[in-house]
């Protein structure tokens, strides 16, 4: 991957980390609309514990598509909304953590990603 920045609207330059977090969030989109039971047995621990591919799916294709919004429009407002969707992703993940022992593996797994990904996004411009 090459430290070209992209050219946002405004005109100023989002440096690679932003481009490189909305490629990462469309790979494990795609990743989760491809192969759910592979990708639910791993973060889960086992066969199990593995969260519903049907689940996963929605998942990925809402990262997916996040980080093509990301990817088109590389500006403060998309990585605001994005931060939040993450922020909201991941609280919820904390409440299936705490309320299903079953998938809590993949709940914290999951909830520490969307913190990761909010944490680079909010509150700052894409960088």
């Known amino acids: 991957m090459s430290a070209v920045a992209h050219t946002q609207p405004s005109g100023r330059r989002a ?3 932003w481009s490189v977090l909305a490629t990462v969030q469309c790979l494990l989109g795609a990743a989760l609309l491809e192969r759910p039971d592979r990708i639910g047995r791993a973060v889960g621990g086992g066969v199990e ?3 519903p591919s049907g689940v996963l799916r ?4 809402r990262l997916l598509l ?8 590389p500006d403060a407002r998309v990585a605001r909304l994005s931060a939040g969707v993450d922020a909201t992703h991941a609280a919820s993940m904390l ?8 998938y809590r593996r993949a709940a ?3 909830a520490a990603l ?3 990904s909010a944490a680079v996004l909010y509150p700052r411009e894409p960088r």
């Open 15 to 17: 440096p690679v980390r």
């Open 49 to 51: 514990s593995a969260p």
């Open 58 to 61: 929605v998942l990925g294709g």
């Open 66 to 73: 996040q980080g093509l919004a990301a990817l088109a429009r």
């Open 95 to 102: 409440f299936v953590a705490a309320g299903v022992a079953r």
């Open 108 to 110: 914290l797994i999951s």
């Open 114 to 116: 969307a913190v990761g």
